[in-house]
């Protein structure tokens, strides 16, 4: 079998960046002697799994075959059901360093053996990250993905953004952004490099494609501090003055930025206006104040000064934007003030990327199902305990 993932290794990169789906077919047919294969991407929301659509593919409606999708892209497990009379079907999760992607399913003539099974879970690693590649390259996967028009501005805030998730052995992360097909001025962003996690959360000013913009120069200018090897009081620094002699302290962007050490879980703040940070730690839930120091933009040469805290193996962290935390419908009181933590409760036995999606289900329920007012974003981040580095 080594020998057969290796040849769908190399079909899948020789495929075409719009051909990935049919690559893999092929090839899947020929290694596991399967009868079709079928693609299934989770949408903006991650509402739902929809398939990217080929005329070779079995057929995939139906509520039992999206049953069994959806029950493999939430546990990360491959699963099996959902079955036409005298064949099996496989789904197996496409992740890719902990971004959740869709759901692969391959229909078998008959019932895997372990070393099949085995097999398929390798080929869906392969075809996740030839997916991932090929995003940049095509719409193709975008338009699967997408369940209704982006507005200009959220089409520029979605092509900003890392991902929607990360996994390392010392922690999980994953965010949300709300309104998905709308959201113009909140925003997050991250990195992971030497074993140090850099995660930003912002509460852009203004709104609509004005506010897009403003948080994509804000966003490129705290990377571009970062990448020259800048912590982050320059990174915050940079940023900042960059906003300011753009727009001379008319717009300005309420940011906090943090760096935890993988090894020790030591974190770093900047906290440069008003994204909120939440601890759960086992079933209590506790608000982490910082020193709040003037947002990105405000004043020119603004210096700003690194908060430090710990967290503890086991410890839960969301970052919420005002969109979450002040949210006050119809003039009750603000999310934050008890709602926030009650979701933050229930959300103890999912992963982080199940968590976000609770929490802005919870949100969009405090709403009464309306239209949200406000750009909202969940970052959660779970601390497992530190990464070892141990060589030899």
């Known amino acids: 079998m080594a020998d057969a993932l290796t040849g769908i290794s190399r079909a899948l990169r020789e495929a075409p960046p719009d051909r990935v789906v049919e690559a893999a077919d092929q090839a899947i047919r020929s290694v596991l002697g399967a009868v079709g294969t079928a693609v299934f991407v989770a949408d903006y929301r991650i509402n739902g799994l929809w398939p990217v659509l080929d005329s070779r593919q079995p057929q995939v409606a139906g509520q ?211 994204p909120h940070l939440m601890r759960l730690r086992g079933g209590a839930v506790t608000r982490l104040v910082l020193e709040q120091q003037l947002p990105l933009g ?22 919420v934007s005002d969109g979450v935390w002040g949210a006050d419908p119809s003039g009750r009181e603000a999310y934050g003030q008890r709602a926030m933590a009650r979701s933050m409760r229930a959300t103890r036995l999912q992963p982080p990327s199940e968590a976000v999606g609770t929490v802005m289900r919870e949100l969009q329920a405090f709403h009464a199902d309306a239209d949200l007012r406000d750009d909202a974003v969940v970052v959660c981040l779970d601390w497992h305990g530190g990464a070892d580095r141990t060589d030899g």
């Open 64 to 274: 039992a075959v999206q049953s069994m999708v959806q029950r493999c892209f939430s546990s990360q497990q491959w699963v099996r059901g959902g079955e036409p009379q005298g064949r099996c079907r496989l789904y197996l999760p496409l992740t890719v360093w902990g971004e959740r992607l869709g759901v692969l399913m391959v229909e078998l003539p008959q019932a895997p053996s372990e070393e099949v099974v085995a097999a398929a879970t390798d080929i869906a690693g392969e075809v996740a990250m030839a997916l991932r590649a090929a995003d940049r390259e095509t719409d193709r996967y975008r338009r699967a993905r997408r369940r209704e028009r982006l507005s200009m501005a959220a089409e520029l805030q979605w092509e900003l953004l890392p991902g929607r998730g990360i996994s390392h052995e010392a922690f999980q992360l994953a965010g949300q952004l709300e309104p998905a097909y709308t959201v113009s001025g909140d925003h997050f962003d991250w990195s992971l490099n030497d074993d140090r996690l850099t995660v930003t959360v912002l509460n852009g000013d203004t709104i609509g494609l004005a506010a897009a913009l403003l948080t994509a120069v804000t966003v490129n200018a705290m990377r571009n501090a970062r990448r020259s090897g800048g912590g982050l009081v320059e990174q915050a620094e940079l940023a900042s003055d960059t906003v300011y002699y753009q727009h001379r302290g008319h717009r300005h962007v309420a940011t906090v930025l943090l760096e935890l050490d993988c090894t020790t879980g030591r974190v770093r703040a900047v906290d440069a206006g008003s």
């Open 298 to 319: 405000m004043f020119a040469e603004t210096r700003y000064d690194l908060q430090e805290f710990d967290l503890d193996p086991g410890d839960r962290l969301f970052v």
